[in-house]
């Protein structure tokens, strides 16, 4: 018997478009690490690479994957630049994320 609930999964085709795409993106290890990374955070090209441990080169293409899906925004200051996740839903995504798979919550 289905039963019925104020709340409904995504039903319109651009939301749907976007949350796939957001997800695919995010499925990278390396990506989710320098999501991880960010949080809710601007951190600089630099930092990332000294957090997640590759290099800028390798960094830099997973940045800019992330930033032509609209997932992440970056502004320049001087020689460094620095990226965000631009999209709030994103980071609560994160966060759950983080919460689920690496038990920030330890209440027993």
Same mark, same amino acid.
């Given at each position: 018997?289905?039963?019925?609930?104020?709340?409904?999964?995504?039903?319109?085709?651009?939301?749907?478009?976007?949350?796939?795409?957001?997800?695919?993106?995010?499925?990278?290890?390396?990506? +989710?690490?320098? +999501?991880?990374?960010?949080?809710?955070?601007?951190?600089?090209?630099?930092?990332?690479?000294?957090?997640?441990?590759?290099?800028?080169?390798?960094?830099?293409?997973?940045?800019?994957? +992330?930033?032509?899906?609209?997932?992440?925004?970056?502004?320049?200051?001087?020689?460094?630049?620095?990226?965000?996740?631009?999209?709030?839903?994103? +980071?609560?995504?994160?966060?759950?994320?983080?919460?689920?798979?690496?038990?920030?919550?330890?209440?027993?």
């Amino acid at each position: 018997m289905a039963t019925t609930t104020s709340e409904t999964l995504i039903t319109r085709d651009e939301d749907i478009d976007r949350a796939s795409r957001s997800l695919k993106a995010m499925s990278h290890p390396l990506r +989710l690490k320098i +999501l991880c990374t960010l949080g809710d955070q601007e951190v600089s090209v630099q930092d990332i690479v000294e957090h997640v441990g590759t290099s800028q080169s390798n960094i830099s293409q997973h940045l800019a994957i +992330l930033r032509d899906k609209g997932i992440l925004t970056s502004r320049k200051d001087a020689n460094r630049v620095y990226y965000r996740v631009g999209d709030s839903r994103t +980071l609560r995504l994160i966060g759950m994320m983080r919460e689920v798979f690496c038990n920030i919550n330890t209440s027993t």
